[in-house]
């Protein structure tokens, strides 16, 4: 049990910012990955919890087998939290800076953010010394109405009414292979893969569908991976053939492109909330953005 009640006749004053924690809480289920989530201590969470509840005279969470869960107070009181936090989010997302000054969070997919948009941003975020560009490649599609990032660059299109949403580029994936495979296994022709190790995505993807069915034939992958930059690093050791993105093999030396018929593709599109697409530095990344990725091959 998190807190004690204050006697009615002597309460604390309620910290709003106390209820982000509370809600932190119900959302995750403990302390410690409501601190993960904030980017805090979990014992900090706790103190936070606690002095919301020494404020509402109510106990709002109890321990059990799972972690946290709210007592019915609290399951109560999380529908007016969360308009609560919704009406903030609005007033923060309308609050634009007068000038590219300020943070703008971008997420991306982990190989597109890793390779090709990191140095892009940095070199962007240079130019403009007031801004603060955050770049997470972690593939997470975090969620923009909560400002968990401001600037979203997917590879699918959102149905979310409140997020804007813009096809931004296409890129283009190609067979790859180093000089040293080529030199075991020459590639002249798709029959010729089926004497190729060949690396491969993940099950399921267009890439490896399209490489798969080119080397009708070939034995089992002998190496796997989800990120295409981990591809290209096996890649270049000479392990085996991979489809890789053309703007990831074309950045590197040791590779060879081997053009063969019905080179998959992949869009990208550019996601914003739709309160923020007017607010200065948001406007500036997004413009940038959409320079740079019509170049994205």
């Known amino acids: 049990m998190l807190g004690v009640k204050k006697p009615p006749d002597a309460p604390d004053p309620l910290n709003w910012d106390d209820l982000r924690y509370v809600l932190a809480v119900a959302r995750a289920g403990s302390l410690l990955r409501a601190g993960a989530v904030l ?3 979990h014992t900090t969470v706790g103190r936070r919890v606690a002095a919301a509840e020494a404020a509402l005279g109510e106990t ?5 087998s799972g972690g946290l869960t709210p007592t019915p107070a609290g399951e109560q009181l999380l529908a007016p939290i969360e308009q609560v936090e919704e009406a903030v989010l609005a007033v923060e997302r309308r609050a634009g800076s007068g000038g590219l000054v300020g943070r703008v969070k971008i997420t991306a997919p982990e190989s597109l953010g890793i390779a090709w948009l ?3 941003l940095a070199a962007f975020g240079a130019r403009h010394p007031g801004l603060h560009v955050v770049l997470d490649p972690s593939g997470a599609v975090l969620d923009l109405t909560r400002r968990e990032a401001e600037v979203a660059v997917r590879t699918f299109r959102t149905s979310d ?10 890129y283009r994936y190609g067979l790859y292979a180093s000089k040293a495979l080529l030199a075991r296994h020459p590639i002249r022709e798709p029959e010729d893969l089926a004497r190729c190790p060949l690396l491969v995505g993940a099950e399921g993807d267009p890439e490896t569908a399209w490489l798969t069915g080119l080397a009708k034939g070939a034995s089992a992958p002998p190496f796997s991976c989800v990120l295409a ?3 290209l690093a096996a890649c270049r050791s000479g392990a085996g053939a991979a489809a890789l993105p053309r703007y990831l093999g074309e950045s590197d030396p040791d590779l060879v492109y081997l053009p ?3 080179e998959p593709t992949e869009s990208v599109y550019l996601t914003v909330h739709r309160d923020l697409r007017t607010t200065p530095r948001v406007r500036a990344v997004l413009d940038f953005l959409l320079g740079e990725l019509r170049g994205l091959e």
């Open 39 to 41: 980017g805090v201590d």
């Open 60 to 64: 709002l969470f109890v321990r059990s």
């Open 118 to 120: 990191a140095p892009r």
């Open 161 to 170: 009414a409140a997020l804007v949403v813009r096809k931004a580029g296409t």
């Open 229 to 231: 930059v981990a591809l």
């Open 260 to 262: 063969m018929p019905d």
